[in-house]
């Protein structure tokens, strides 16, 4: 009997966690129980001793492709809203004890974006682009996106990307705000252990008192919540719907 791999890798090395989304063939779209793991282990790197950086990263080519749209499509169908799993992976995010930095490479598509607005430090490939078609799906944006996004990247951009859809690429996303730091592919993972392990280094009760400062997490939660609870009634709606099965329809 083949073994089915781990949707979801989490090593640590020292002071680093590594969580890596790990479905390549799917271009790491999101499923409810990699939201499950991937929640608990952010949440549980402050417990971990030794802990003192997380590192997001997915595939060469593919960080995220968001969230799978067979699971929007049944939640469509259903009347229901976004999974309990995800809303308690956005609030997670949102409440992060532990600094967080990413290592985005090519594909960041929806959540694969809105996530990194939670995060302490970016790093991106040459070849990233990033997008979030919630609109053009009869959707909001989530993750507290509506709030974070305007805040790092001013309202034009903001809408630009969130509500008309307009992708950015590596450069883009750099002038934006959205990343620290733009590298060659094959350099980002590189890049983004360096940048985690000086983080890892700095002195951990005034790195923490600085990240309070810095971030809002109950601003973010009652946003989260918020998106959340029009993102069900968009789910619910022909609108959303008719957009699903037409992009459905593309890809077959």
Do not use: W
């Amino acid at each position: 009997m083949t073994a089915v791999p781990e949707l979801v890798l989490v090593t640590d090395d020292g002071p680093i966690r590594t969580v890596r989304m790990n479905r390549a063939e799917k271009k790491n779209a999101l499923t409810v129980p990699m939201y499950e793991r991937m929640g608990a282990a952010i949440e549980g790197a402050a417990a971990a001793p030794g802990v003192r950086c997380v590192v997001i990263a997915g595939a060469p080519g593919a960080f995220c492709a968001g969230n799978d749209l067979q699971d929007f499509l049944a939640a469509s169908a259903n009347a229901e809203g976004l999974a309990p799993p995800l809303i308690r992976f956005l609030h997670i995010l949102a409440r992060a004890e532990t600094p967080l930095v990413a290592a985005v490479s090519g594909l960041a598509v929806g959540i694969g974006t809105t996530m990194l607005l939670h995060c302490d430090h970016v790093v991106a490939s040459s070849d990233a682009r990033f997008s979030t078609p919630f609109v053009q799906l009869g959707l909001v944006p989530e993750a507290a996106s509506s709030l974070l996004g305007p805040r790092r990247m001013g309202h034009a951009r903001a809408f630009a990307l969130l509500a008309m859809g307009r992708p950015l690429d590596a450069a883009g996303a750099l002038a934006a705000g959205l990343v620290n730091t733009v590298v060659a592919p094959a350099e980002v993972e590189a890049e983004a252990m360096k940048a985690a392990r000086e983080i890892a280094a700095l002195p951990v009760e005034a790195l923490a008192a600085t990240r309070a400062l810095l971030r809002s997490p109950d601003a973010a939660v009652k946003r989260i919540d918020e998106e959340a609870a029009e993102f069900k009634r968009r789910l619910a709606s022909p609108e959303a719907r008719a957009a699903f099965e037409a992009f459905l329809a593309r890809k077959k």
